[in-house]
């Protein structure tokens, strides 16, 4: 089931552009740049349970945000998109939907139809999880 993953992309245009190939129900997770002990802490609570897959630029900020999350979540998977797609934002749907076969997020035989995928749920967001 996807909603048994998290997936964490660097900002908001990140997030609209993988939001476009997965379910509703994947949780995403934004750092909105190099994340704080807080937005960490956030992240590790919605890990709790999923298997997290890290999606970041191939910059030096992207780097350093797959350091920092996979120093505290080290079993995460990697996923890179080409370095001549000019990162996540920018990336074709049909390489993102292809990698997010080959990690297990979407299915082969998953259907998208122009409003979503055939599998819908409950909208996934990392601010439905409190640190508390």
Do not use: C
Not at 5 to 29: C, H, T, Y
Not at 70 to 97: C, F, Q, R, W
């Amino acid at each position: 089931m996807s909603d048994q993953f998290l997936v964490i992309v660097e900002g908001k245009n990140d997030k609209r552009q993988i939001q476009r190939v997965l379910p509703d129900n994947v949780v995403i997770a934004t750092t909105f740049g190099i994340p704080n002990a807080e937005r960490l802490e956030r992240i590790r609570h919605a890990a709790e349970n999923r298997t997290v897959i890290i999606l970041t630029d191939q910059d030096a900020a992207g780097r350093r945000i797959r350091r920092s999350v996979l120093e505290m979540i080290p079993d995460a998977i990697n996923i890179y998109t080409k370095s001549g797609y000019n990162g996540v934002e920018h990336t074709p749907l049909e390489y993102l939907e292809e990698r997010f076969r080959k990690v297990g997020i979407l299915s082969e035989d998953a259907v998208q139809y122009d409003n979503g995928w055939e599998q819908t749920g409950a909208t996934g967001d990392l601010d439905d999880y409190d640190t508390e």
